[in-house]
DNA sequence: TGAATAGTGTCTGTGAGACAATATTAT
DNA sequence: ATAATATTGTCTCACAGACACTATTCA
């Protein structure tokens, strides 16, 4: 039974924060780039790769485990506010792209003890990134690949390549449209896999019907490089006349051209924010 | 300086878990359905609004304001199962459709201490419904009035009726497509407008591109009421033929049919899992 | 000159929006 | 008969998919 108070402020003097169990809270930020690779053909474009930061833990638990970038919220901090430091200490840039993504809170996911996470998206243009990188962290190149079942992202460094593979369970009514459970897992630790392919697909989608693909390009950009970045990160070829309809209205044609192979230069384009 | 330990075991079993801070953690849950109200009218059809199960607190803090249903998260359940836990005691149904929405986690959004919110989206068919709710709870229409500013939204559950207003700020680039913050609230608790409209914003978001729909209807229902509902949550009339083109394959005819007025019988479909 | 990308034109089929027309019921 | 909903037909316009064609560069 609770004891009557006059008013909220009294109530407020009188009331015991530790009344109800706690517990610890992290925030696990997928911080998603667009890779470039050099062709040797002097002709061809430069291949591209959607890839994702990861961070190798060198303390328990998940000892040697490749992790996503992450940490403790602070009492006095919001999960955002501790997001934006995370991502300040991997990287050199301001005012990147960030989105709250999902809260994970299995009871196991980790061994310590209940720590719940919730996790962010964060997307950023590699170019303007310092080569330096922060402690133990690599960019992992992705190559997902999807079916009714389960999707597989290939996670490739230059030195580790691995698999980890989602099991998709779609429970039609009665709840989310997919249900993600971890099926193959060696080098990640926690849930960070179910992280990553949340994040893989909350960005997918919001490729299609808002600008943050803009997040991940430079201030000035083919049409061609553009196209690219949303054939990596659909996993499909567009079609030229379709895809440059589609943006049409979200850029912007500037004067500068950019020369560059044994091919017709191709004009430079800027984001346009104000469109129709 | 993080001590040497030869394995996970070791390092788990010195673990010292009150080495971080830790925080209270709640589940809300925005429950909406669709409400019927009969019309004056003896041809017409009933009306249906969109609607949302509030309660009133009777203690402190923000008490007697209305809130969602909700509680703390104990240590030893999910946010999921929290949220499973208060639905079955504000309803009597089983199987409810249940989605995480987001996670509310401002500095001062509880006078008490620091507690965020783990928040849900619950969507129920009244008609399975039993009319006893528990405790203080009353289910409020809603009105949504939406521009490029704020959404207004109007609730009325017979007796009361009052306005919340949530200001949407376009951040572009670097954030999510909008972000809301509190205009006008004098009867809901805590930041509960925020969840309020970002659930019906999911909800509406998805009635598109899924079924969910389906679980505010009954087995069986006319093509009609499921328009109703559609139009009710989008805020706008539809078309027939269209209409019924895009739930086409959704749905199957059965050969009941309900004659309830002045006006031509309708055919009484059922939801259809297996469309193409 | 050839291989590559850049950029545009155009045809076609699909599908949404709009409107019209017909069917059926209780009062 | 009338007012309401139920149901279907069809026209048009916009647009995505598909393909073809031209432009331009460097080795």
């Not at 992450?70 to 990147?96: C, H, Q, W, Y």
């Not at 919730?118 to 170019?127: E, F």
């Not at 009665?174 to 060696?186: P, Q, S």
């Not at 309809?245 to 230069?265: F, M, S, W, Y």
């Amino acid at each position: 039974m609770e004891k009557e108070y006059k008013s909220e402020e009294e109530f407020l003097k009188h009331y015991d924060s530790s009344r109800f169990e706690k517990l610890s809270a992290t925030t696990d930020i997928a911080i998603f780039s667009v890779s470039s690779s050099k062709q040797e053909n002097y002709r061809k474009l430069n291949n591209k790769h959607f890839s994702v930061l990861l961070v190798k833990r060198n303390r328990y638990p998940f000892k040697d485990m490749w992790c996503l970038p992450g940490g403790f919220i602070g009492v006095d901090e919001t999960s955002e506010d501790a997001a934006k430091r995370i991502l300040a200490r991997e990287t050199n840039l301001k005012n990147i792209y960030l989105e709250q993504l999902y809260t994970f809170d299995a009871l196991d996911r980790d061994p310590r003890m209940r720590i719940i996470s919730i996790s962010y998206v964060a997307l950023v243009d590699k170019n303007r990134l310092d080569d330096t990188l922060y402690e133990n962290a690599s960019w992992f190149n992705m190559q997902v690949e999807e079916n009714e079942k389960e999707i597989k992202v290939n996670l490739d460094n230059g030195e580790e390549n691995f698999d980890i593979v989602v099991k998709k369970t779609l429970k039609e009514l009665t709840t989310d449209r997919y249900k993600y459970t971890v099926k193959k897992n060696d080098h990640l630790a926690f849930d960070h896999p179910l992280t990553i392919v949340s994040g893989i697909s909350r960005i997918k989608n919001k490729l299609e019907y808002t600008d943050i693909a803009f997040n991940l390009m430079p201030e000035y950009f083919t049409l061609g490089e553009l196209q690219q970045v949303y054939e990596v990160i659909l996993g499909k070829k567009l079609l030229d006349p379709a895809f440059r309809r589609i943006i049409a209205n979200k850029v912007e044609k500037t004067d500068k051209v950019r020369v560059d192979g044994g091919h017709r230069p191709s004009k430079l384009f800027k984001y346009r924010s104000d469109k129709k």
